[in-house]
């Protein structure tokens, strides 16, 4: 047990949240698109004219749909294997929070610790594949 919650439980709930901090940073794009004006005919031709926040933004939303397909199949494989160690749930939770920081430094255009939170989630995800690589041989 982890924070409350069994190995198992942490590996599918963060799956679950990861998919929802996917679109975190796009409140930020909608409130800067609403800033300069919705243009329906044409959305993405709208990014030069968002404000640099809303660009870090749109940046972050498709880094973190980038990232989310890899940690979900990492996540799962875990789960699927059985894998049940402290060491797979804390991976779990450190994924999630480093995600949500990492939205939060690209917004604040806090380029070090932006990249520190990408490389904590990376870790991560490469620990759940190789966990589970490691409950099958």
Same mark, same amino acid.
């Given at each position: #047990? !982890?924070?409350?919650?069994? !190995?198992?439980?942490?590996?599918?709930?963060? +799956?679950?949240? %990861?998919?929802? *901090?996917?679109?975190?940073?796009?409140?930020?794009?909608?409130?800067?698109?609403?800033? +300069?004006?919705?243009?329906?005919? %044409?959305?993405? %031709?709208?990014?030069?004219?968002?404000?640099?926040?809303?660009? &870090?933004?749109?940046?972050?939303?498709?880094?973190? @749909?980038? =990232?989310?397909?890899?940690? %979900?199949?990492?996540?799962?494989?875990?789960?699927?294997?059985?894998?049940? =160690?402290?060491?797979?749930?804390?991976?779990? +939770?450190?994924? +999630? $929070?480093? &995600?949500?920081?990492?939205?939060?430094?690209?917004?604040?255009? !806090?380029?070090?610790?932006?990249? *520190? #939170?990408?490389? !904590? $989630?990376? @870790?991560? #995800?490469?620990?759940?594949?190789?966990?589970?690589?490691?409950? @099958?041989?």
């Amino acid at each position: #047990m !982890i924070l409350g919650f069994s !190995i198992p439980t942490l590996l599918l709930g963060s +799956v679950f949240v %990861a998919s929802f *901090l996917v679109y975190f940073p796009y409140l930020a794009v909608a409130y800067a698109r609403f800033q +300069v004006g919705m243009d329906l005919g %044409a959305p993405r %031709a709208m990014f030069d004219r968002l404000p640099d926040y809303g660009k &870090r933004a749109t940046w972050a939303h498709q880094n973190s @749909i980038e =990232t989310f397909a890899p940690y %979900a199949a990492a996540a799962l494989a875990a789960y699927a294997t059985g894998v049940n =160690t402290p060491a797979a749930g804390w991976a779990a +939770v450190a994924f +999630v $929070g480093a &995600r949500a920081l990492f939205s939060v430094a690209y917004l604040a255009n !806090i380029p070090p610790l932006r990249s *520190l #939170m990408f490389g !904590i $989630g990376q @870790i991560a #995800m490469i620990s759940l594949f190789v966990q589970a690589l490691q409950q @099958i041989a």
